[in-house]
C-alpha cells in the first residue's frame, strides 16, 4: 500500500511540477533528503513527473485525493520545503469521498501528535454516528469545525470542478507565510 506523498515543486511562474512518492508520507522523512543537490530525495521520488505547470487550486482539486495520500510537500524554487497532512474527511460509505483538509506539520512530535489527534478524532465521531447519538452531517461538521480551531486547517474538494462557493475559504498558498484571503 505504501504511505503516498505528493510533490508540487513551485517554478518561478508561482505554477507547479508535480511528482510522487510512495513512501514519503511516512513520518515525513522526504524532509531529511530533499535539497538541491538532491531534488529527488536520492530515489525517494519518482522522476517521472505526473504534471506540470499546475496552478496550486488544481493540485489539490485535481491531483490530490485525500484518500490516496497521506502527505502534501510544497517545495519552492529555493528548496524550502513545507509539509501537510492529508486528513480524508469522509468516512468508508462511498459518500462524498473527496472533501480533505491539509494541516502544517513538521516531522517529530507536531506530525506525531496531528497524525494521532486526526484517527482519534474520526474514529470517536464514526462511533458516535453509528450508535445514532449524531447524524452525518452533524459529526461532519464538528469534524471541520475541530480542524478549523485546533490545528488552523485547510479544507478543500478533490474531484471538484469548481471552488466550493457556500465556503468563505481563504486562498492557499504556504510560500506567503499563511493563508491569503482572495
Same mark, same amino acid.
Not at 4 to 31: I, M, N, Q, T
Given at each position: 500500500?505504501?504511505?503516498?506523498?505528493?510533490?508540487?515543486?513551485?517554478?518561478?511562474?508561482?505554477?507547479?511540477?508535480?511528482?510522487? &512518492?510512495?513512501?514519503?508520507?511516512?513520518? #515525513?522523512?522526504?524532509?531529511?533528503? #530533499?535539497?538541491?543537490? &538532491?531534488?529527488?530525495?536520492?530515489?525517494?521520488?519518482?522522476?517521472?513527473?505526473?504534471?506540470?505547470?499546475?496552478? #496550486?487550486?488544481?493540485?489539490?482539486?485535481?491531483?490530490?485525493?485525500?484518500?490516496?495520500?497521506?502527505? #502534501?510537500?510544497?517545495?519552492?524554487?529555493?528548496?524550502?520545503?513545507?509539509?501537510?497532512?492529508?486528513?480524508?474527511?469522509?468516512?468508508?460509505?462511498?459518500?462524498?469521498?473527496?472533501?480533505?483538509?491539509?494541516?502544517?506539520?513538521?516531522?517529530?512530535?507536531?506530525?506525531?501528535?496531528?497524525?494521532?489527534?486526526?484517527?482519534?478524532?474520526?474514529?470517536?465521531?464514526?462511533?458516535?454516528?453509528?450508535?445514532?447519538?449524531? &447524524?452525518?452531517?452533524?459529526?461532519?461538521?464538528?469534524?471541520?469545525?475541530?480542524?478549523?480551531?485546533?490545528?488552523?486547517?485547510?479544507?478543500?474538494?478533490?474531484? &471538484?470542478?469548481?471552488?466550493?462557493?457556500?465556503?468563505?475559504?481563504?486562498?492557499?498558498?504556504?510560500?506567503?507565510?499563511?493563508?491569503?484571503?482572495?
Amino acid at each position: 500500500m505504501g504511505h503516498r506523498a505528493l510533490l508540487a515543486y513551485r517554478r518561478p511562474d508561482r505554477l507547479y511540477d508535480l511528482r510522487y &512518492s510512495h513512501w514519503g508520507g511516512d513520518e #515525513l522523512e522526504l524532509f531529511e533528503y #530533499l535539497g538541491p543537490d &538532491s531534488p529527488l530525495a536520492h530515489g525517494r521520488i519518482d522522476a517521472d513527473l505526473l504534471a506540470d505547470a499546475v496552478a #496550486l487550486d488544481s493540485v489539490l482539486t485535481d491531483y490530490l485525493d485525500p484518500g490516496g495520500y497521506e502527505a #502534501l510537500y510544497l517545495v519552492s524554487p529555493d528548496f524550502e520545503v513545507q509539509a501537510y497532512r492529508v486528513c480524508w474527511l469522509e468516512w468508508h460509505d462511498g459518500r462524498e469521498q473527496g472533501r480533505g483538509a491539509l494541516i502544517d506539520v513538521e516531522p517529530g512530535e507536531r506530525d506525531l501528535a496531528v497524525r494521532t489527534w486526526f484517527r482519534a478524532t474520526k474514529t470517536a465521531l464514526a462511533d458516535i454516528v453509528e450508535m445514532g447519538v449524531l &447524524s452525518r452531517r452533524a459529526a461532519h461538521t464538528y469534524l471541520e469545525a475541530r480542524i478549523t480551531e485546533d490545528q488552523n486547517g485547510y479544507f478543500y474538494t478533490y474531484g &471538484s470542478e469548481t471552488p466550493d462557493t457556500d465556503r468563505a475559504e481563504p486562498h492557499f498558498d504556504a510560500f506567503l507565510g499563511d493563508f491569503e484571503e482572495t
